[in-house]
């Protein structure tokens, strides 16, 4: 689970970066998943983008993204999507330390 402050620096190094999938019209399905599990590992922090064509619900398909990919969801604004998993092998970001209370 993300800290606030996790979830903040996470935000900003997202900023920058474009979309790396997008969900259309058919939705999540398990090709989709497969793809972003295998992405995300590399990256990972990636944006997914929302079709207009798309019916579902936006906060619907980033749960799905998320519990899918097993990854941490950082945001959804609009309809941009933005997770986070940590890398095993690929390791990019280091976290701001979880502050103890």
Do not use: W
Not at 10 to 24: I, K, N
Not at 47 to 63: F, G, P, V, W
Request: proline share 2%.
């Amino acid at each position: 689970m993300l800290t606030g402050k996790q979830k903040r620096f996470l935000r900003a190094e997202a900023h920058h970066l474009t979309p790396t999938f997008q969900v259309g019209k058919e939705g999540v399905n398990d090709q989709l998943i497969k793809h972003i599990v295998e992405a995300i590992e590399k990256r990972e922090l990636m944006k997914i983008n929302i079709l207009q064509t798309c019916a579902d619900d936006r906060d619907e398909i980033a749960q799905q993204l998320a519990e899918g990919s097993d990854s941490e969801l950082v945001q959804v604004i609009g309809r941009t999507i933005v997770l986070y998993k940590e890398s095993k092998d690929h390791k990019k970001l280091e976290l701001p330390r979880a502050s103890r209370l």
